[in-house]
């Protein structure tokens, strides 16, 4: 660990700057180019074990990662900075920091930018300020200048430590320091850390920040909305940038429209939406929509439906999966008559939707009406589509027909073969055959590896308690 001192030099006791960027200083090399730099001079095995790794981090399976570093130790390859730095990430994301830092002490000379920018990042993760802030100074001292995409990464973490203050005051001055233009990477970060760092934000400086900004993109204007809204208190704020952006011409993104979505909701109802002509915009209409579906507020997405003014076939297609997925799948069915007449035409998203629907009031006659529409579309070899009609017969009583469906599809993936495994495993219990712990590994590692969490805790409560079969490590 860095030694520490409460008494941290003022940004003006800094080394002068080069009179030109060092080499380390360069951006960070996306993974691909540092597999291939690896595999290029020979050393496939480095690539392998880095993409072991980041695999590991990516998929935050950190016990794994740590089994590749102990099956590294073992051999008699020699780690090079892309693989210890790989090892700090693992560590600093599994909260080992300790393991992390002694990786990082123990790399000498052949720390760089990415070394010292991780385990900056590390210590503030973990809250521990002066750590990060002492670090943060020891890389400029030993002349790593941070980029761009270093100061992004220290600042998005640098509102959690309890020495923010001292933080924002350093990080600033070493902006400065170092002459990095304010671009958009970094202001936008700048101005969530602002917005984010006290219970009443410092927006003032945040606006600041946003105004210094040349050409202010999607990224700024939502960054500056989420700010208002992440105070609670500037909702109408937030509303009023929303406009000022649509006036301006600048794109939005889902980010924005969950952004301002939040602030309708902090405003209490669908009415200020619509009050501010927010509702009839088609994208934002479409996210109403969405919101309200996935909150299971059924009513108010068909609300948002009707008031749209401009309907396309997003609209529909999310308007129908509301429906079907909160039992109201009549709703859903009588929207397709009104899909085919606008001229849209179903996608494979319709026909699952509708299908889902079919299942949950087991409308067998439905869903073969539903198939054979598929079938006249042209979506029939669509593999979700194939899921979907392996789902929907059997939960309509005719698995005869669910299993022609999987025999003739092209492609069976883990969804294709979990829902055939666990409607068989029914349909051996209605027969009172009784499962053994082989049957039981079978249907809860299906479960698991199509996540279905809830499906696969009902089984294996069952193996026990209906079964009498007392689960083992396998299971």
Not at 41 to 51: C, Q, S, W
Not at 55 to 61: L, M
Not at 332 to 348: M, V
Not at 352 to 373: D, M, P
Request: a negative charge; charged letters at 20%.
């Amino acid at each position: 660990m860095p030694s520490l001192s409460l008494y941290l030099p003022a940004p003006a006791k800094l080394p002068p700057p080069p009179p030109f960027r060092p080499q380390k200083a360069t951006n960070f090399d996306p993974l691909s180019n540092r597999l291939i730099s690896h595999s290029n001079v020979g050393h496939l095995r480095k690539a392998i074990t880095t993409l072991d790794l980041m695999s590991c981090i990516r998929s935050r399976n950190f016990d794994l990662g740590k089994l590749v570093h102990d099956r590294l130790a073992c051999s008699q390859l020699e780690p090079d900075p892309v693989l210890l730095n790989s090892l700090i990430s693992l560590y600093s994301k599994s909260g080992d920091w300790k393991k992390a830092n002694s990786i990082f002490e123990n790399m000498g000379s052949e720390r760089n930018l990415v070394s010292w920018s991780a385990m900056v990042s590390c210590f503030a993760n973990n809250d521990m300020g002066y750590e990060a802030i002492s670090t943060f100074l020891d890389m400029l001292e030993h002349g790593f200048y941070p980029n761009d995409y270093c100061f992004a990464s220290v600042i998005r973490r640098w509102c959690y430590i309890s020495v923010y203050k001292v933080g924002i005051t350093i990080i600033m001055a070493a902006i400065a320091f170092v002459g990095l233009a304010l671009g958009h990477y970094v202001g936008c970060c700048l101005v969530d850390m602002y917005s984010k760092c006290t219970a009443d934000g410092l927006m003032n400086d945040a606006r600041k920040v946003f105004d210094r900004m040349p050409n202010n993109n999607v990224a700024s204007w939502t960054a500056i909305m989420n700010g208002y809204v992440q105070r609670g208190r500037g909702d109408e704020e937030a509303i009023k940038h929303f406009v000022e952006m649509m006036s301006g011409l600048v794109p939005s993104n889902h980010f924005t429209f969950s952004s301002i979505l939040k602030t309708c909701a902090n405003l209490l109802d669908l009415c200020t939406a619509v009050k501010s002509g927010l509702a009839s915009i088609n994208c934002m209409g479409n996210s109403l929509i969405s919101m309200y579906s996935k909150s299971g507020q059924v009513e108010d997405a068909r609300k948002s439906f009707d008031v749209l003014y401009e309907k396309n076939l997003i609209s529909y297609n999310t308007v129908v999966d509301a429906d079907a997925k909160h039992s109201d799948a009549e709703e859903a069915f009588g929207l397709f008559p009104e899909i085919q007449d606008t001229g849209f035409g179903a996608s494979g998203f319709t026909f699952s939707s509708l299908l889902s629907g079919a299942a949950s009031i087991c409308a067998v006659g439905k869903g073969e009406q539903i198939h054979a529409r598929i079938i006249k579309s042209g979506f029939e070899s669509y593999q979700s589509i194939c899921n979907a009609l392996v789902s929907m017969y059997p939960w309509c009583g005719n698995i005869d027909a669910a299993f022609l469906v999987f025999n003739e599809m092209d492609d069976w993936n883990v969804i294709s073969w979990t829902s055939m495994i666990t409607e068989v495993f029914d349909k051996m219990l209605e027969a009172r055959i009784k499962p053994n712990e082989i049957t039981y590994i079978a249907v809860l590692s299906a479960c698991s590896h199509a996540g279905l969490v809830d499906e696969g805790w009902k089984h294996f409560k069952a193996m026990e308690k209906k079964h009498c079969i007392t689960p083992g490590m396998e299971h």
